[in-house]
């Protein structure tokens, strides 16, 4: 069971804390990405300095390497990895489906071959639960069918029905221990009705939180905040909302306007490796030969290490030089403008300031490039 | 002018401390190498904590990329990568050797083409000191040619005796600063009497610390210990000796029994990026399949975040997994298992008990793999 407390709301906006067996996450909150139990290019030290409360992991990438019962045996991915806050770890149903070729679905879960070796494993909703249980997550979610877009209505009908399925199988599955608990994923593509209808059984059977899956995967951004307007309204008030795998920084403030809570996505991390700046002027390619002898921070109000000890001509040298520091750098900003942005998001909330926030913050973004 | 304070001597070892604008050196030292103004994989805030009193930085690579005078133009080297600690600087010389088809060797210096993009570049002793001016070195060196390993004696002497006229042209075009200062660098192969030679044209120039160059170059370390032995005693007393481009634990500890003062190498910082550990019992290879469910630090003793925080498993995990974190947290380690070994050394020799510490040490480390 995990406790979730709403302080306040501002039009469908909402903040609060959802306490873990191993901290509070200040809600709305974003999880930076730790797929094999580290979040690249980043310590975990300097993941917290960014002031993240909570980080995802991948059941699919560490059931293989380094395997789940090799992690228990370490003592959980907590000690693993010397992440002492929350852990969401998601179900490998997302990365099994994406393996097209390589898997195999039946209704008692997926068969597929490891992209590392090729061997053979299989993930059912009562394994995916074992594993996130062996790796000591504090946060499951259950395992799901991720349905592809674009799908037919039957095709997304069909797809949400076994999800829901295996949500009933993964929450017989799940060890109810204080601190800990198990998300349900709404699924139903781009059908409202079907949305409505996957949040009914997901709430008859009862989780600790609601996860809207199967959105971010190509139908943009209207459509995905079309479906958040018909979902989140059949969501429990009192529990948390997370938009899976979500997003650039429009995508966040728009669907924490519509009532989600919790959000991760590899955005600011990959950027980070590839030189891709997040500020609050928009993007910036660190690339750019305009930067070759730009002596400002990369923002003047970040309170990162990198804004605060070095330059933007220095993060430029770095990537042409194809040196590592350049993606620690930039990572570390990039979360850390994340982090800042949901800092922003939550304060407004609590001052009844939503509108306004996200309005001044988007008129300066300009959606992209600065 | 650089000052030069010898606290203590124990047989032909010594310690003492050297001092710059940017701060002092404790000797015997050992500076990392920031090749292009970032020691790799590591942010200069981990390099500090290593106990790192001053890293090298690469003429050659910084006057291609960025270029001098765009380091100058932003402040000098130390402000651009946010190292406020002393910083000495190669003359290009080596480097420029290194690249054989490249490069044309006149009595005027070198032109050569960039391994970057093939633009063509020069460097003379009077270039090689205006580009460490420019980018604010506390220590230069003098251009000099590096004598290749093997050569003739006849080879070694004309080559030796063109490093003595660069050196007295680099001695000229150096501009004395207070806490600035020059290095000259003994040149003359494995011939004692071409040391002897070269120790007395740098000492008649005058210098504020004399380099031993051209070696480890593949002479190995007995011929390397040899040449130290013909070398160091016709250096004078009360200036820093420094031998560049040294080397393993034993290769340094094997110098400073001879006299040796200062070291600068390329291999903790390269065998972090490869996976090999150095530990007081010799190297580890953190690939090996024995490290998978080792839970115990890389040592006990170490006071680094890597030991303190992660298992030797995690680290098998990282490099197993392809992460930057794994490079990132060993190069942490190896780094500071250089700075303990060189602090060791230095209360050792003020103890009087250098030959113990020097055995000890050597009889653990087992002369590689733990």
């Known amino acids: 069971m995990l406790s979730f407390i709403l302080m306040a709301a501002n039009g469908l906006a909402r903040t609060g804390t959802l306490s873990t067996a191993h901290g509070d996450i200040r809600t709305p909150a974003f999880m930076p990405v730790g797929t094999v139990a580290t979040v690249k290019a980043m310590s975990v030290r300097a993941v917290a300095q960014t002031g993240a409360d909570i980080l995802l992991a991948n ?139 996957s949040v009914a059984a997901l709430t008859g059977i009862g989780f600790d939180g609601y996860a809207i899956g199967g959105l971010a995967v190509g139908e943009g951004q209207g459509l995905m905040f079309g479906t958040l307007d018909v979902t989140c309204p059949h969501l429990p008030e009192n529990r948390p909302r997370y938009l899976m795998g979500v997003g650039k920084p429009d995508d966040i403030i728009g669907a924490v306007l519509r009532g989600v809570d919790m959000f991760d996505c590899v955005i600011p991390t990959r950027a980070g490796r590839f030189a891709r700046a997040y500020t609050a002027q928009g993007e910036m390619n660190m690339r750019n030969a305009r930067f070759a002898e730009d002596a400002a921070p990369l923002e003047e109000i970040c309170s990162c290490e990198t804004c605060a000890h070095h330059s933007r001509a220095y993060l430029h040298h770095l990537f042409k030089a194809g040196e590592m520091l350049g993606p620690m750098l930039l990572t570390l900003h990039n979360l850390t403008f994340y982090q800042r942005l949901m800092q922003g998001l939550r304060e407004a909330i609590s001052a009844q300031n939503i509108a306004v926030f996200a309005g001044d913050f988007l008129g300066r973004y300009q959606g992209g490039e600065a």
Chains 1, 2 share one sequence.
């Not at 990895?81 to 490998?92: Q, V």
């Not at 504090?138 to 029905?161: G, K, L, R, W």
Request: glycine share 10%.
């Open 59 to 197: 059941t699919y990438h560490l059931m293989l390497r380094p395997g789940a019962e090799r992690i228990a045996r370490l003592g959980g991915l907590h000690r693993f990895m010397h992440w002492h806050k929350p852990i969401l770890t998601d179900s490998g149903g997302f990365q099994v489906m994406s393996l097209s070729e390589l898997r195999k679905i039946s209704e008692e879960g997926v068969t597929f071959q490891s992209h590392i070796d090729g061997s053979t494993h299989s993930l059912t909703p009562e394994r995916a639960m074992e594993i996130q249980q062996l790796l000591g997550s504090d946060i499951q979610m259950v395992f799901d069918e991720c349905t592809p877009y674009p799908a037919t209505e039957q095709q997304a009908a069909q797809s949400m029905q076994r999800s829901m399925r295996w949500a009933e199988r993964s929450k017989r599955a799940f060890s109810p221990r204080d601190g800990y608990g198990v998300f349900g994923i709404v699924q139903g593509g781009v059908y409202p009705g079907l949305r409505a209808e």
